[in-house]
């Protein structure tokens, strides 16, 4: 199998792409369309925005090369039944994505997991955590998410949920238990959020991140703590399933030159036992592209997931 059709579905916009054995995009066959409050706002919208996106991959000369695809979804998902129920998409409820992909293209061979899962997968096979035995990728973005390596493979879970790292709860439950979670305390519109409630009066992430290099107090203050409770949330990863790395990327994650470091040092501190202390947390490797690689890693090197 020379090409696979590899599609990305967050909760802003739904990439495509025709991707060889390599891990290479080929070249003219990348298309994007907003999912979001109106590209998903129903399942029609939905399936309107990947038909969208697969367009440039159906038009290539290449598509005749394609016999299966691979998708990374935002999450939960529903392996059995080849739908997604999105956190962030509440217009799609038990989504059935793989079918809907069947339509578009074609293809009978169509391969759902979570987008973490993928950019696990992507990482491990190309990227930053190449030849790792037992580790976690995730993203730090609009959601917090990522997948688990164990053992040289990315594991999926009893649903193919695993890796959620967003849902972990790291702080006091006083009230809502999804208030006191990384994704709660860490994302980029969340800490904007936060940063706000302080008394800051920018508005978006790259705001925040031009503060934070000006020295602005709240802004400093916000991104650490985003940090601090990422690096709780890997000190319970890595507590749990003694890992040897934890890969971090996503848009936010950018925010700061030393938005890791300052992972580490809430790693150092908060672990209780000298293993979880040790993980190494290093950034991706394979940035923006992350989640279209390990959507076709599905296809190209299954090898490498349980």
Not at 221 to 230: D, N, P
Request: hydrophobic share 50%.
């Amino acid at each position: 199998m020379t090409t696979a059709l590899a599609i990305d579905l967050g909760g802003t916009k739904v990439e495509a792409a025709l991707i060889g054995t390599d891990g290479t995009i080929i070249d003219g066959t990348r298309g994007r369309a907003a999912m979001g409050a109106t590209g998903a706002s129903t399942p029609d919208a939905a399936a309107a925005s990947i038909a969208a996106a697969l367009r440039p991959a159906l038009d290539s000369p290449h598509w005749a090369d394609v016999t299966a695809a691979g998708i990374g979804s935002a999450g939960p998902l529903n392996l059995p039944l080849g739908a997604i129920s999105p956190i962030n998409l509440t217009g799609l409820r038990d989504f059935p994505v793989v079918d809907v992909v069947r339509q578009a293209t074609g293809l009978s061979d169509v391969r759902l997991r979570l987008d973490g899962t993928c950019i696990a997968l992507a990482e491990l096979w190309l990227g930053a955590a190449r030849g790792v035995r037992n580790a976690m990728v995730f993203v730090v973005s609009t959601g917090v998410g990522g997948g688990i390596i164990s053992d040289g493979r990315v594991i999926a879970g009893a649903t193919g949920n695993a890796g959620h790292l967003g849902q972990v709860i790291v702080d006091r439950v006083e009230g809502a238990a999804a208030a006191a979670t990384v994704e709660e305390l860490s994302s980029g519109p969340h800490t904007v959020t936060w940063a706000r409630s302080q008394g800051w009066t920018g508005s978006d992430g790259e705001e925040l991140a031009a503060a934070y290099a000006a020295g602005d107090p709240i802004a400093v203050a916000a991104v650490v703590r985003s940090a601090t409770f990422v690096g709780t949330g890997v000190v319970n990863a890595a507590t749990l399933l003694d890992l040897e790395l934890a890969v971090v990327g996503g848009g936010f994650s950018l925010v700061a030159d030393d938005y890791v470091d300052h992972i580490r040092a809430a790693v150092e501190a908060r672990a209780v036992n000298a293993f979880a202390r040790a993980v190494r947390v290093e950034r991706a490797a394979l940035a923006g592209d992350a989640p279209l690689i390990g959507a076709a890693a599905l296809v190209h090197r299954s090898d490498l997931l349980v």
